[in-house]
């Protein structure tokens, strides 16, 4: 009995040697860990920090959970969540009552036959170059008119230089049955088409990154603005803090460095276009692209023959990151990044969203660990001293010798 106990024992460390290096093995697959604390219910939200961003891949498929017990190691399903905004527009029928027209402008009447609120009207015009103000009015019996918009500015600019429309109005939450809109015009406005929206929209959720401008520099009729978020982050926003107090509109493009290649002249940058569009004085809410990993920007301003602008600052900002995650089992659960042969995993969770929490706790995050590596043996040579090669090759010089003496001593 004592020989199959001691038999089981020594069968049974091998096992554990295999599974010690299967649950390491996993994890030393990554490069860096943090530990999850107070994981205590079945969902848990995890806010992704800005150190994950500066060692991950950049589509983030190399992200991962696992769970660590005495005899397994998990791995926990999670959704990623970025806080962008949820848009949602609901055209609303209207029908145009009747126009007008004095010596303060123009008018166009429109009647809403149902009782639902509206906040965006888009108007397009024939014509393609204009420079109007107008008024919104909202009135229920059309003897008093309520003043919804006053001297708001809607323009058109096209030529070889700029293409340009801004010609949507955007107002508080208003429900009227009746809207007038006045254009203040000397000629008259030919309203190809109007839409009337409510835009229920939810905002998103920024991070705001610290910037440094690196370099502004004037290349010909171009002004050239390279900005640098001091690490790797997810930029989805970037507005330009202009002083000039003039109307200005501008081509605008930018980019941002993908990657760079060492050449003999030195250090070459890859550029990847991020948006392109006009930096205008009308439209100061700043510009918003797809989500990217990035860290140097560069905006790229053409002023044709106009004078260059007095750029004082940028704002750039992010969606905020965060992982949906469900734990199965009592473990000692790790966040795990770093892997550049990870594919994106695919969970069940992705899929079937119906029962996934709204609101789970969050969870905090420990220290940033480098994952140790299982070192490889390295292949020692056969002999690490010369002086027994030597000896070898002498010993079989001697006897090959030998064997020759005695062949020739019997011919």
């Known amino acids: 009995m004592l020989f199959q106990m001691k038999l089981k024992n020594k069968l049974l460390i091998p096992f554990g040697w295999l599974f010690c290096a299967t649950t390491f093995g996993q994890l030393s697959s990554y490069e860096y860990k943090q530990e999850l604390k107070g994981v205590s219910n079945e969902w848990h939200t ?38 962008s905004e949820k848009n949602s527009k609901k055209e609303t029928a209207f029908r145009l009552l009747n126009t007008a027209s004095d010596k303060e402008g123009f008018y166009f009447t429109y009647e809403i036959p149902t009782s639902e609120p509206i906040n965006r009207i888009n108007l397009q015009f024939t014509q393609s170059n204009y420079n109007w103000h107008v008024v919104l009015e909202g009135s229920q019996t059309q003897n008093k008119w309520f003043k919804i918009l006053d001297d708001y500015r809607i323009l058109s600019i096209k030529n070889k230089q700029t293409n340009y429309t801004f010609s949507t109005l955007n107002f508080p939450l208003s429900k009227y049955k009746y809207y007038r809109l006045r254009v203040k015009s000397e000629v008259r406005p030919e309203l190809k088409r109007a839409t009337i929206s409510l835009d229920e929209s939810i905002n998103a959720s920024y991070n705001t990154y610290p910037t440094t401008f690196m370099n502004i520099s004037q290349k010909g009729k171009k002004t050239v603005v390279d900005i640098d978020l001091n690490q790797r982050l997810p930029v989805s926003y970037l507005k330009l803090n202009i002083l000039d107090k003039v109307d200005y509109y501008r081509p605008m493009t930018l980019q941002y460095i993908s990657d760079s290649i060492t050449t003999e002249k030195g250090t070459k940058y890859v550029f990847n276009t991020l948006y392109s569009g006009t930096l205008s004085s009308l439209d100061t809410t700043g510009v918003k692209f797809k989500s990217t990993l990035a860290q140097k920007l560069r905006v790229t301003v053409q002023n044709n023959d106009n004078q ?104």
């Open 46 to 83: 995890v806010t992704l920090p800005y150190q994950v961003f500066s060692n991950t891949n950049d589509n983030l498929s190399d992200i991962r959970v696992y769970g660590v017990t005495e005899n397994d190691t998990l791995e926990a399903p999670y959704i990623l969540k970025l806080a």
């Open 308 to 411: 260059a602008l007095q750029i004082e600052s940028a704002t750039a900002k992010g969606y905020a990151h965060e992982l949906l995650v469900r734990f199965d089992n009592m473990a000692n659960y790790y966040l795990a990044y770093g892997n550049k042969n990870a594919q994106r995993p695919k969970y069940d969770i992705q899929q079937i969203t119906s029962a996934i929490p709204k609101n789970a706790s969050v969870v905090n995050l420990g220290e940033i660990v480098e994952i140790a590596k299982i070192q490889k043996p390295s292949k020692q040579p056969l002999f690490k001293n010369k002086a027994w090669l030597w000896l070898v090759m002498g010993v079989i010089i001697v006897v090959l010798g030998w064997f020759t003496l005695r062949m020739m001593a019997k011919r």
